[in-house]
């Protein structure tokens, strides 16, 4: 059917798939490649990446890339992203995307000055007793 | 065609027409649940994060609370069982849209077949979930609370191994019954009665010199802070209150208590994603069964079901990396 065509082609084309069955394969491959990466890195923890970077780990933010690229291809791949329309692709993810860093961004923050607070020994808040 | 809401009319009912960003009305309605949804799961994600930075050198380290693998008793084999849950949700999202896939190309035979390995998957995901609840709340080890609501668990410092408080604290016989509404004051309850007293820890404690105390507190590599002999013996009798077994959502063995309380709010509104999505895989699965999709000429709502489904499959990945791995 003429309106169910899809594009084939994921890395900006370097790799072009047959039919769109195949590319779903591909797709899986990618997925999996990726979360056996992750519970690698998971269980060995490796000590090069212990370094803080922005007041993350830097193997945290290996995870937090790691699962963005995943989110990719579930969204373009799978929920078929790829094939709807820029609009309609630009109102699902800017929407989302914006509010959720800026919730991200508001929380986080919070999260750090209170720990701050709380651990700061020259107040009169006590955790430990 | 596409979906049961068609005008017969050619004439522009607005001005995307029937189908705005060429997304027919029941695809569009799904992609704004699905934006609405991923805010709530944001909001949960997020205040799990603000939990964290609140008690930055203080939360459980997750690769030693979800140990478990069922039929592996006894070993710690952490990140296992959760990577295997992820692939099996992955798996069945690619089923799911190998079921799309089939459904464009109006093969009902493949549609029924996928969408029942879509099924079966999600079928093993809640179950492996209820699993991991399970062995959640009944906990291993065992620890004690201290006074201001911290908890202290128990390591062998020979092998710096956890020790499970069964194993060395004395039982007296003389323990106090439980208080029940028949032998107590009828219209009050008590909390179950923990297996032991802090005062059988204490006794347990004295007669094995080679129990030490972990505290919750983590020092600069990350790991979580080991006290001497003394200073276990002294923090245990100044400030312990209660033995504390498994988790609910006053307490856990594992650490700070919103710890357990976030493990359940966010894995079991995942969970409920993956319930309702299941339930509505079996119905379009019938429905492909009977032939609906065959006589509408589009099988489209299978697609509308797979574009949740995936949802939830999108969602896991950020709980798996929030939860078991950063």
């Known amino acids: ?129 | 065609m596409g979906t049961t809401v068609s005008t017969t009319s050619n004439e522009k009912i607005w001005d995307g027409g029937n189908k705005p960003l060429n997304a027919s009305y029941g695809k569009m309605m799904m992609w704004f649940f699905i934006v609405s949804d991923a805010l709530t799961f944001s909001g949960f994600i997020v205040s799990y994060g603000f939990a964290r930075f609140k008690y930055a050198n203080s939360w459980p380290i997750a690769d030693e609370v979800f140990t478990h693998v069922p039929f592996m008793h006894g070993q710690e084999l952490p990140m296992i069982y959760v990577a295997f849950m992820t692939f099996v949700l992955i798996m069945s999202s690619v089923t799911m849209v190998l079921a799309v896939d089939a459904g464009h190309k109006m093969n009902k035979a493949k549609v029924t077949f996928y969408m029942f390995l879509t099924i079966i998957g999600g079928i093993i995901f809640v179950g492996s979930q209820a699993w991991e609840w399970a062995t959640f709340i009944k906990g291993d080890y065992g620890a004690v609370k201290t006074k201001g609501g911290n908890i202290l668990q128990f390591l062998d410092s020979e092998t710096s191994k956890r020790v499970s408080v069964s194993d060395f604290a004395f039982l007296y016989s003389s323990s106090r019954d439980q208080h029940e509404k028949y032998n107590g004051i009828w219209y009050r309850e008590e909390a179950t009665l923990p297996s032991f007293s802090v005062e059988e820890v204490i006794a347990g404690m004295e007669a094995s010199p080679n129990i030490v105390i972990r505290t919750q507190n983590l020092d600069e590599n990350g790991h979580k802070t080991v006290l001497s002999r003394e200073e276990s013996l002294n923090i245990l009798k100044s400030t312990g209150v209660s033995v504390v077994n498994g988790a609910n959502l006053i307490e856990n063995e594992y650490g700070v208590p919103l710890f357990a309380n976030f493990f359940f709010f966010i894995t079991g509104f995942h969970g409920f994603h993956v319930f309702s999505g299941i339930v509505l895989n079996i119905i379009i699965f019938f429905n492909v069964i009977i032939g609906t999709y065959e006589k509408r000429k589009s099988y489209e709502m299978v697609e509308k079901v797979g574009l949740y489904w995936h949802f939830v499959d999108l969602v896991w990945v950020f709980v798996f990396t929030f939860f078991y791995l950063v």
């Open chain 1, 1 to 129: 059917m003429a309106e169910h065509a899809h594009k084939l082609e994921i890395f900006r084309g370097l790799i072009k798939f047959k039919s769109n069955t195949q590319k779903i394969i591909g797709v899986l491959i990618l997925l999996s490649i990726v979360t056996l990466i992750e519970v690698v890195l998971g269980i060995y923890k490796p000590a090069a990446l212990n370094e803080s970077f922005l007041n993350l780990k830097l193997l945290n933010w290996v995870f937090i890339i790691l699962t963005i690229v995943k989110a990719y291809y579930i969204t373009w791949d799978f929920m078929h992203m790829r094939d709807e329309t820029s609009v309609l692709r630009r109102v699902v993810v800017w929407t989302s995307v914006f509010l959720i860093l800026y919730l991200t961004f508001i929380l986080i923050q919070e999260g750090g000055y209170i720990f701050d607070e709380f651990y700061d020994t020259s107040n009169y808040i006590k955790t430990d007793f």
